[in-house]
């Protein structure tokens, strides 16, 4: 592969080339030794760095100037693949991945991204594909059940519902523009609508504030252990009101990104409740471990909330793109955001028996997702997934305490979940200390920061990580400090 | 499969499953099972009725009521598409299919999904796969080349940039959003902001507009062919400004969903430039269409315009979802959208010498979807692709040049592209011809309305049509009639 093709030029019309170039029995062929090249990726990880060593550009160069004029054969892609992409990964699915939070996958997932790639069907409205609707409600209505949410957040009986959404900053951002919509719509301007989180809230807070014009942003004081205080909360809403703003969206955290830490739902709910606001809960990370009951303390005033987000693609072995969204009320949210062209009017949705996902969220297109996290649960089982999610528990707490014993580390934050937040004890070694640990190449490991704190985090909770794994962090940290 | 499985309760921690129970053995085999689904499904769906039969509720009664609580064996996740989903599915990949638009897929685009599935990495940031990034970069500026857009929209030499983002929606949501940022941050109100497109632009403008908070949206008459009018405009403009509004964006469809109608991209242009409006061009169907050089006169002006969205899963054989997004400058995008918290810091970013992809859109997280599209150029080549359009033009034109000369029908609009729009020429006929075109079942066939007057989209351009599909249209038309 190299750069050197000519520029290219418009050539004249050709006659009648046949549909698809790679016949049926081709696809069979290039199928079976696409798996197989996945197959060998997967089990090869562990051999393989975690991170990539590529400078920015050298992908690039490695690609031609040129897009190809005529069909390549497929033997090419793989190489291409082995040469020039794999270097350039960052292994997200490597057993030694601790950074960032995990991005679950499994096999499982993977065929059901295939299978509906293969389908190639389109579930914007119920009647463009009534399945992808169907499936989708009630696996999401499953979902409700295994992770103990509130019934009336099902589609099949509740005013409530779960859609897929692309993404946790996708599904915040909905949340926001619900807030921003329904408070100018009762005549506030958006630039005097207030959104309220923890100065520990994911970025997307502010984010999506700034995406749906809410003016102001409050990112309010947190605990020793990073929780919103409430008090701290109940004084920037009383100042903003004072000074003539909207109080319109609060935001809690169950398990912030930095550390993981938990806002008190309860407590902020009846903030919320006493000044109209929307409440949405920020679950991304740590939200489908409510599949484990002994977990759902930590998001007690459910009933109170608004809305709702977890991702089945960070810790629930499904691919990215699959986060969960939950509305307590269906009503807003599809007064907010639907509008009906003529092309896409038809008799199911006229006559109100079908769910129309469309209006759920900003995209019409959508693919058929629940697939995946249908084939999770299958190839698992719930019990399965608990079974594993309790492993990742346990071995962060594990880890946790053994840090916490040791007068080297000083362990900063909580460990409600899979994540451990630790330092080096002597604020002089700390920046070597992090240094060294995240230089690991079989191990993935990011720094932070919190409060002028630079820390690491180690997040366990990736498909193919095992005991050992943790056990080679702490060797690491040991030498390491 | 019954819905008689007890309510879940929540079992006690159980001890050390295995990380998956899906191994990569299993995996290998499943996944050549999944494949030969795929390629019997797709060898099959030409025998296959194009529309689901179900009623509302159907799909849902044939899942259980529960999640399952053990693993399940694969053999009945694939009986269970046959049984209980594909009876549910619209098939958009049927060779008949000549609804809505094409939904495109192909094997090499499964393939690819396929893989980047199985590779499981993130690109919300370069440094979090330097591939992910690279090779969507490169291929996106491979498409400036082969399309004719503007050289300085490239992302490698110019001030602009392409990116992959869900939907034209998103892309049109976030054009709006720059649009709307920059007045804000100019001092207007959003509520006293207006966007401006055709009344026959897609319904994502105005959901785009609400979404963004924009505070008007005004649809602007049509000619005869259903193109915008620039006097209209114009006067749509001055109106505003004399209220004290402020003109902020205003949309050029290059092909309305409708009727393919194209607006005139540089007259709009100097308007959009007079008032210092934000000018988006909507192609997202007719766009990938410019390979062939000689439709590129249909969008001339693009040099004058800020941001552009093609859906490459429409009409180039990609699977859903690639919108392809070019902004001819990156600043004002990135200056909206970007917001950096500690935990993503990283040196390739501070350094300036990288693409973080994440400030291009709303979502964080994002999956390798160039890949599909990569693979798609290399298993077509974008000569056969070219061809493969060209045939698709072929086939609209000689079917609306048949129907224009026949007196019982009466062809509605201009056939610039892929799209024919027809209506039964006695308007006391109509409504039972498409009544009795849109119920077969074998080919896929919609009614749509357009200032009153019903029609059929006749929409030539899925993956496996061939010349006689559109003739078997043609057959069933001319009996209809």
């Not at 002597?426 to 070597?432: A, L, T």
Request: hydrophobic share 45%.
């Amino acid at each position: 592969m190299t750069a050197t093709s000519p520029p290219p030029a418009d050539p004249p019309a050709v006659g009648g080339p046949p549909p698809e170039p790679m016949d049926l029995e081709a696809f069979r062929r290039n199928g079976h030794a696409a798996i197989d090249w996945i197959a060998d990726h997967l089990a090869t990880l562990e051999d393989r760095p975690v991170w990539s060593g590529v400078e920015p550009g050298e992908v690039r160069a490695g690609l031609p100037a040129h897009a190809p004029r005529d069909p390549e054969p497929f033997e090419d892609w793989l190489a291409d693949l082995d040469e020039v992409v794999v270097p350039g990964l960052t292994q997200w699915q490597h057993p030694g991945w601790m950074a960032y939070f995990p991005a679950n996958s499994s096999p499982a997932s993977i065929l059901g991204e295939l299978v509906a790639a293969g389908m190639g069907v389109q579930g914007m409205l119920w009647s463009t594909s009534p399945a992808v609707t169907e499936v989708e409600s009630t696996v999401l209505d499953w979902m409700v059940e295994e992770l103990g949410l509130p019934a009336s957040w099902r589609v099949d009986t509740g005013p409530g519902g779960g859609v897929i959404q692309s993404s946790a900053s996708d599904a915040t951002h909905t949340a926001l523009v619900v807030a921003r919509h329904r408070a100018t719509q009762a005549g506030a301007a958006a630039e005097d609508c207030v959104a309220y989180a923890s100065n520990q809230a994911h970025s997307s807070i502010e984010k999506g504030a700034r995406v749906a014009g809410i003016g102001h942003v409050r990112l309010v004081e947190v605990d020793d252990a990073f929780a919103l205080r409430q008090a701290a909360l109940a004084a920037a809403v009383a100042a903003d009101l004072e000074a003539g703003r909207t109080p319109v969206f609060v935001c809690s955290a169950v398990g912030t990104t930095g550390t993981t830490a938990v806002d008190p739902v309860r407590a902020i709910a009846e903030i919320a409740r006493r000044h109209g606001m929307w409440h949405h809960v920020d679950a991304a990370y740590a939200g489908t471990a409510m599949l484990c009951g002994e977990l759902r303390h930590h998001q007690d005033g459910l009933d109170l909330v608004d809305s709702y987000v977890t991702n089945a693609h960070k810790w629930l072995w499904t691919n990215f793109d699959c986060s969960l969204f939950w509305v307590a009320d269906r009503g807003p949210l599809v007064d907010t955001l639907s509008i009906v062209p003529p092309y896409l009017r038809n008799a199911a949705s006229e006559s109100g028996a079908v769910v129309d996902y469309r209006d759920w969220h900003v995209p019409l297109g959508r693919r058929f997702r629940a697939l995946k996290l249908w084939w999770v649960l299958r190839s698992f089982g719930v019990d399965g997934l608990r079974g594993r999610i309790r492993d990742h528990l346990d071995w962060a707490h594990d880890l946790a305490d053994r840090l916490d014993a040791d007068a080297r580390f000083r362990v900063i934050a909580p460990t409600p979940f899979g994540l451990v937040s630790v330092c080096h004890a002597d604020p002089g070694r700390n920046d070597d200390f992090l240094a060294t640990v995240t230089a690991a190449r079989d191990l993935g490991l990011a720094a932070s920061e919190v409060d002028g704190q630079r820390f690491l985090r180690i997040s366990i909770g990736a498909t193919w990580t095992r005991r050992e794994h943790v056990e080679q962090v702490w060797e690491l940290l040991d030498r390491a400090a």
